[in-house]
């Protein structure tokens, strides 16, 4: 087991090295634009599965700096493993909610994915996040702790909680860019 989290730490390092070697290709972006072209892209596997997709975008969300791609991934994996975890809901509906707005008047941007599944344990919350820790059979573990630290590499933060009164919802906050106007 400490040779797996070694090795882990091993990989987050090198992908922390590799992030700020290259620096991301960080340009402006709106988070709700970016919601919508990943929502478009796995919508094969959103009909595949049954899953009922509601987003509620906030309108006129501050504009953030960031890498296109990296912020795709994040969200990419926080749906498919929605997705993934509604897989076995035999009752009621499988339902995806995306919803984004403003923290603290505008200084960073929210982004919550919500999903309806059986939920993670409240005492597993954070360790989601460590690497090679995974609750799927055919996990690797990974797919968490290179979203958090992707999303720390953007100056925000990743976490988890229940969503009541069942499910799961993983939430980011990133920085918006400041407001240059008079």
């Known amino acids: 087991m400490l040779k797996q989290i070694d090795r882990a730490v091993q990989i987050i390092d090198r992908i922390h090295l590799f992030v700020k070697k290259t620096g991301p290709g960080k340009q402006r972006l709106d988070v709700n634009e970016t919601i919508v072209e990943v929502i478009e892209l796995i919508q094969g596997e959103i009909l595949r599965n049954g899953v009922a997709v509601r987003t509620e975008l906030a309108d006129c969300l501050p504009p953030i700096q960031g890498d296109r791609v990296q912020l795709q991934q ?3 994996n ?5 997705i993934e ?3 076995h809901v035999s009752d009621g ?3 995806l909610a995306v919803t984004t707005g403003v923290v603290k008047s ?6 919550a994915v919500r999903d309806s599944g059986p939920g993670p344990s409240v005492a597993n919350l954070e360790r989601l996040f460590q690497p090679f820790y995974t609750t799927k059979p055919d996990g690797m573990g990974m797919g968490l702790s290179i979203c958090r630290a992707i999303i720390e590499d953007h100056g925000g933060r ?3 909680s229940a969503n009541v009164p069942c499910g799961a919802m993983f939430q980011f906050a990133l920085p918006a860019i400041a407001n240059t106007a008079p």
């Open 93 to 95: 509906t499988c339902e």
């Open 78 to 82: 926080l749906i498919v493993n929605a």
């Open 106 to 111: 505008g200084e960073a941007v929210h982004v």
């Open 74 to 76: 994040v969200i990419l």
């Open 85 to 87: 975890a509604m897989r």
């Open 158 to 160: 990743l976490w988890a």
